[in-house]
């Protein structure tokens, strides 16, 4: 079975700083996905990031990057140059190819960003 | 905006009514994914639809189903409603099924149960 650990429920950091966000996972499956999507107060979820369990770089995307470390099995999510509307929950989540192709998805860290 | 459409916005009604909440993918998209988003159980998936076929289950209670239609929208039926059903209803369509593809979340139906 597949598990997705965001082990911070909330994070703070100040405007224009870096912040790392921490997902684990477990699986079994050698190849697989992983996901970051962003879920303001509106509501919507916004995806961010995919990074696959065979790419050898870190998937970037404009200010987001993954640091994908597969033999520790994390793939925390760094944000550069934080904006106040970096403001959301964020969410990890995986994919994997063998089994139910849905996304499973972890508990989320809520982060504010502090002028 | 993700190109994934979601009605109602907002949907209040009674315990043991049914409601149907409807999903259109983006243009393209063969996958259809349904998701539940509550408080106290989080993301969770409910079921996945494939062109017009069933793919996967996850969560989803006996009370609840759903079907994808030939213009490939989708519907999630919800029967006997409890005060539990209340919660954030996501579609999400991809173009397939693979692992690398992403999901496209729509807005979402916020269901409450009274």
């Known amino acids: 079975a597949q598990k997705i650990t965001q082990t911070q429920p909330g994070m703070f950091v100040q405007e224009k700083e870096a912040v790392t966000l921490d997902c684990t996972y477990d699986?079994?499956?050698?190849?697989?996905?992983l996901f970051w999507y962003k879920q303001p107060s509106s509501g919507e979820m916004i995806f961010l990031i995919y990074?696959?369990?065979?790419?050898?770089q870190n998937a970037t995307e404009g200010r987001y990057s993954l640091n994908f470390q597969k033999a520790r099995k994390s793939a925390n999510l760094v944000i550069s140059a934080s904006q106040l509307g970096d403001s959301a929950m964020y969410f990890c989540?995986?994919?994997?190819?063998?089994?139910?192709?849905?996304?499973?998805f972890g508990s989320g860290t809520r982060l504010q960003v502090q002028p | 905006d993700s190109g994934v459409t979601q009605t109602p916005k907002h949907l209040i009604t009674a315990t043991g009514q049914r409601v149907t909440l409807r999903c259109s993918p983006r243009?393209?998209?063969?996958?259809v994914y349904w998701y539940q988003q509550s408080l106290d159980q989080g993301l969770q998936f409910l079921i996945q639809?494939?062109?017009?076929?069933?793919?996967a289950k996850g969560n989803i209670l006996e009370r609840f189903s759903a079907q994808q239609f030939p213009d490939l929208h989708s519907e999630l039926n919800l029967s006997s409603l409890e005060l539990g059903d209340s919660a954030l209803y996501f579609c999400?369509?991809?173009?397939?099924?693979?692992?690398?593809?992403?999901?496209?979340f729509g807005p979402g139906t916020r269901l409450t149960v009274l």
């Open positions: 999400a369509s991809s173009v397939g099924s693979n692992s690398y593809n992403e999901q496209f």
């Open positions: 699986t079994s499956d050698p190849s697989y996905g």
């Open positions: 990074q696959g369990s065979y790419d050898q």
């Open positions: 989540a995986m994919r994997e190819v063998g089994g139910r192709r849905a996304l499973t």
């Open positions: 243009s393209g998209d063969l996958s």
């Open positions: 639809y494939y062109n017009g076929e069933e793919r």
